[in-house]
């Protein structure tokens, strides 16, 4: 119960930011010609960049497919896609997309994963996508700097360094036993200092944990070309995505813009918000790309491109995500009910 209020005030805060920001970004705005905009735009390019989107959470469930097998767990890339749409919806309503990873690996342990295993497969999959974040985003602003203001430089520094903090720690994880073995040490001399309850219990229970997660790391440690595929699979994913923004030109019949020009600014733009706290970084995203992209689509179109590529990239596919764990969850508790009638029977 304490979780469902959590994600539900979670929820209300999302949904409170998405209508704080279009209420900034569409109050001086004519929506009857914002509409006109909206109503001409090419849908084929719009098909494109929903097509994008699905082979972004395709790549990142082969990732998570292909480690979880190398640990001995069978699994299908079907499988993994569903994993994939319920951690971005929980990771789209909570603050630093906190809630994501955690309700991934309570689904794969409702299919009998090992937490062990599923953990690992997560954190190499965050391994990857953060390499290929920070390493897009600062080659990026080396070439297209002169479309960012000092106010964006800032947060863009601030989100490299949370992410290059975020990368540091998973690579301690998976490549260096001595190293987060003290992690865990620090992190119960704090909570002895916090003198939190049930604390040998909590101790053991993280001691278990790290012994787990090492001997199945150690294993991905010898078979190196596993991380090796999961990067090249994480620059496709970080590829695709990017280039919504670019479909969303085509859509408005903007000509003449170059897509390695659109995925180098998206890729700004993404790293610029990674390092904001609020729930999908609803208002900063949308802020950060009229700020990057407002050259390229001009002041009639760029709050409509606003509301197209945040639609695609975003909002439908939260919507999406939603259902399936709507499904997913009555589907549980369903097979529940039929356990208990069984037993009773």
């Given at each position: 119960?304490?979780?469902?209020?959590?994600?539900?005030?979670?929820?209300?805060?999302?949904?409170?930011?998405?209508?704080?920001?279009f209420h900034i970004l569409l109050k001086d705005q004519?929506?009857?010609?914002?509409?006109?905009?909206?109503?001409?735009?090419?849908?084929?390019?719009?098909?494109?960049?929903?097509?994008?989107?699905?082979?972004?959470?395709?790549?990142?469930?082969?990732?998570?497919?292909?480690?979880?097998?190398?640990?001995?767990?069978?699994?299908?890339?079907?499988?993994?896609?569903?994993?994939?749409?319920?951690?971005?919806?929980?990771?789209?309503?909570?603050?630093?997309?906190?809630?994501?990873?955690?309700?991934?690996?309570?689904?794969?342990?409702?299919?009998?994963?090992?937490?062990?295993?599923?953990?690992?497969?997560?954190?190499?999959?965050?391994w990857s996508f953060q390499i290929v974040t920070i390493?897009?985003?600062?080659?990026?602003?080396?070439?297209?700097?002169?479309?960012?203001?000092?106010?964006?430089?800032?947060?863009?520094?601030?989100?490299?360094?949370?992410?290059?903090?975020?990368?540091?720690?998973?690579?301690?994880?998976?490549?260096?036993?001595?190293?987060?073995?003290?992690?865990?040490?620090?992190?119960?001399?704090?909570?002895?200092?916090?003198?939190?309850?049930?604390?040998?219990?909590?101790?053991?229970?993280?001691?278990?944990?790290?012994?787990?997660?090492?001997?199945?790391?150690?294993?991905?440690?010898?078979?190196?070309?596993?991380?090796?595929?999961?990067?090249?699979?994480?620059?496709?994913?970080?590829?695709?995505?990017?280039?919504?923004?670019?479909?969303?030109?085509?859509?408005?019949?903007?000509?003449?813009?170059?897509?390695?020009?659109?995925?180098?600014?998206?890729?700004?733009?993404?790293?610029?918000?990674?390092?904001?706290?609020?729930?999908?970084?609803v208002g900063v995203s949308e802020g950060a790309f009229?700020?990057?992209?407002?050259?390229?689509?001009?002041?009639?179109?760029?709050?409509?491109?606003?509301?197209?590529?945040?639609?695609?990239?975003?909002?439908?596919?939260?919507?999406?995500?939603?259902?399936?764990?709507?499904?997913?969850?009555?589907?549980?508790?369903?097979?529940?009910?039929?356990?208990?009638?069984?037993?009773?029977?």
């Open positions: 119960m304490k979780k469902t209020k959590k994600y539900l005030r979670n929820f209300i805060l999302f949904a409170f930011l998405i209508w704080l920001t004519n929506m009857e010609e914002l509409f006109e905009i909206l109503k001409d735009v090419k849908l084929p390019f719009v098909f494109i960049g929903v097509l994008c989107m699905a082979v972004y959470f395709l790549c990142e469930s082969v990732n998570m497919k292909r480690t979880l097998t190398a640990l001995g767990e069978k699994v299908n890339v079907a499988r993994c896609y569903k994993y994939t749409l319920i951690g971005f919806f929980y990771s789209s309503i909570t603050p630093a997309a906190s809630g994501g990873q955690p309700m991934q690996i309570y689904y794969m342990h409702r299919d009998k994963i090992k937490v062990a295993s599923s953990t690992l497969a997560l954190v190499i999959n965050l390493g897009m985003a600062l080659v990026s602003v080396i070439f297209y700097h002169n479309y960012i203001d000092i106010g964006l430089i800032i947060l863009f520094c601030i989100g490299i360094f949370l992410n290059l903090m975020a990368l540091t720690l998973l690579i301690i994880g998976i490549f260096s036993k001595q190293l987060s073995t003290k992690l865990v040490d620090f992190a119960k001399k704090i909570m002895r200092k916090l003198k939190i309850k049930n604390l040998e219990k909590k101790e053991q229970s993280i001691t278990e944990a790290l012994e787990k997660y090492n001997g199945s790391a150690k294993y991905i440690r010898k078979n190196k070309k596993i991380l090796l595929k999961q990067f090249i699979t994480a620059i496709i994913q970080q590829v695709v995505y990017y280039s919504v923004p670019f479909y969303v030109c085509m859509a408005f019949g903007i000509e003449g813009v170059s897509i390695i020009k659109v995925i180098a600014l998206q890729s700004i733009v993404y790293a610029t918000v990674s390092g904001i706290p609020s729930p999908g970084a009229v700020s990057i992209f407002k050259t390229i689509f001009g002041a009639e179109l760029i709050n409509g491109a606003v509301l197209l590529n945040r639609g695609i990239s975003f909002y439908l596919m939260v919507f999406i995500c939603a259902i399936v764990v709507l499904y997913n969850t009555f589907k549980s508790k369903k097979d529940v009910i039929k356990k208990v009638r069984k037993k009773c029977d």
